[in-house]
């Protein structure tokens, strides 16, 4: 907000439309899901993503990769393409996260509102509702998805 402030401009005069399309990056996921602390790393590329769990440390290694619309699980050596319709988590979570994004950067299907110097997305989508918020730089702070009871927290983000 300071540096909003010395250069004369706000928050809401940003042009939502223009900020970057999240379609590389990467960043590190704390979740909070239902009452359950995780820690992961996420890169998303075109048409991949991926999440690798690196806490709680029995789980570290654990990756969860979306390609192409197939999701696959390795652990361990061990690789296993997924139904997701059948595994809540998948489905809400992984699938949710990605194609919550997608609909976020679709801009004329949602109106960002202003809240604290972040930009604010709420929707509902396929995967329940979400509200996603994003820096003046359109860099990705947090995700919650209400329906499973879980809290995304974005950080070292980089595009």
């Known amino acids: 907000m300071l540096i909003l402030s010395l250069c004369g401009c ?40 991926e999440i690798s769990v690196t806490q709680p440390e029995m789980i570290n290694g654990l990756t969860l990769t979306y390609e192409s619309d197939v999701y696959s699980v390795s652990f361990k050596g061990v690789t296993v393409t997924l139904d997701d319709s059948r595994n809540r988590y998948v489905k809400y979570f992984a699938d949710g996260f990605i194609k919550n994004l997608e609909q976020t950067f679709s801009p004329e299907n949602l109106t960002p509102s202003y809240e604290n110097g972040r930009i604010i997305y ?38």
């Open 10 to 49: 706000s928050i809401a005069d940003i042009d939502i439309k223009n900020l970057p399309l999240i379609k590389h990056f990467e960043c590190d996921l704390s979740v909070n899901a239902d009452g359950k602390e995780y820690y992961c790393r996420f890169r998303r590329d075109d048409n991949r993503a």
């Open 122 to 159: 709420s929707g509902s989508g396929e995967y329940g509702d979400f509200i996603i918020a994003f820096d003046a730089d359109g860099k990705l702070l947090s995700m919650e998805i209400p329906d499973i009871n879980t809290v995304i927290t974005v950080e070292n983000f980089k595009f």
